[in-house]
């Protein structure tokens, strides 16, 4: 209170954003700035807590840090600016947060985080901006700390995109992470968007004779009598068509086709079976009255073209000709196609098997290690990303590859990946690695360190920087990751707590101690003892107990006395 005149029978009382600590006064003060005073008859001012602040005199509140500022301390004349890549969490802020991964602020005293937008992200915490997916990545969602790889079938040519366009319909890409796409080359065709391969044109009737083609053309149509002998065979040309042959005399085996020429010969009727004889197997022959010399040619690898009963063996009867070329004379008298997979001998007279296939004892063609009976052709190469097993190729796991022929599956290389199905590795991309190789779609960058709650390891594709694993075990209750740089998964207890050896933190004991004894303080990794004696330079040596902890008190029938002498004094235990 305070009275400004004299003579006055009364004192005014200050009012609200003033205070008067002194008596007799003649004036209030105005609370300084960092203070206030919301109510009258005030001695002193109360300080603006943390969070707030005054930077006026005589205020009778506070006012809170606006949104992105803070002020860690009391008595503030103004609040201070969260730096880039902070913002406080709450209102009235003591402290700023840094930005978690995945967002940012590029700003200081801003309220919050933006997340990434699609096409970027951050990895990092406390961050100020934003990194862009690079070529042959993407990121679709917000708020995201890694790219993803583009899958087969698609690409991405630029920086910092949300998605993979697919490649066009005559395009493809069989791998991953890819920036361009493949223009189907000749005699093939993609159909569709988004290809991982492309389709060879059919080996009959169509062919394209160009790149990046989205169908087959269909060939020209050869007039009647004619077939083609030249081009959509490949797939690739239109080609010419050829005169069909007329077999002079003989019996036509196969008649000329849109693509094939005619192949002579006499045809079996049916009825015939490899056990019977040549005159019962071929009901054109007769009645069976004639010699076999006379309808059987006399080496195999021949033809019976044609025969006259009644005249005599001999030059031109029987007339034999060369088997054609893909069929073998196994009698003497028909020439037929080999068995699926075995091809006529050099003298046209038997069948083999299709090198490099090799004949077993039970009569079957066999492959040698690498190869198998993939088709009616014969033994081919084991295709890549399978192998070799007891004459089967098998796929590869994901994860694994192999290049055609391989006896076993090796693993992807490192930063790279292969889906079940997939053509080849993919590469992640420039400092990314797949977490699983299986899996396309687990690609994750690289950092250049990692936060104390995860443990680092050598990054498999750039030795500069490392992967973040989880700690080898979880925090304990009552625990907090150390947050000093090179403590990865270092934790300490909590305040009244210590580290136990089964790397728990257990609270300490603060039970009191009995007399006598002092508590030794919990320490870190020491739980308190009352193992410690008392020490009490103040306790008469005679009729004294110790009482309240460390403290004394004379026995029943004895009181304290003080002696104070002009060298010494000490506390005594006297009768009472």
Known sequence: MFQPANGSSACSACGAGQFQALNGSTACLACPAGQYQPSGLATACLACPAGQYQALNGSTACLACPAGWYQPGPNATACLACPAGWYPPAPNATACVGCPPGRFQATAGSGDCPPCPPGLYQPRANATGCLACGAGLYQPGNGTTGCLACPPGRHQPGNGSGACPPCPAGWYQPNASATACAACGLGQYAGAPGSTGCTACAPVGVYQNGTGASA?????????????????????????????????GGVTLRACGPASDAVCGRACDGNATSGQAAQARYAWMGDGSFLDEQFTCPRKGSYLRSFVPSEAVGPGNPQCDPCPPGLAGLDGVLCSACPARQVPHADGASCVCAPPGELTWDGACACPAGMALLSPAGCEPCPPDTAWAAGRCEPCPPGNTSAAGALACADCPAGAYRAAGQRGCAACGPGLYPADAGDPQSCVACLEACPNWLSPAPCPVNASLVVCRPCPSPLPSNAAWVAEPGASCAYRCL????????????PCTDEPCPAGFARAACTSFRDGDCETPCVNGTMPAQHAVWADGCGWACEAGYRASFADYLVFSFYECVPA
């Open 216 to 248: 087959c053309l269909a060939c020209s149509a050869c007039p009647d009598g004619s077939f083609r002998a030249w081009g959509c065979f490949d797939g690739v040309h239109d080609g010419r068509c050829a005169a069909c042959r007329a077999c002079p």
């Open 495 to 506: 305040p009244g707590h210590f580290h136990a050896d089964n790397r728990a933190c257990l």
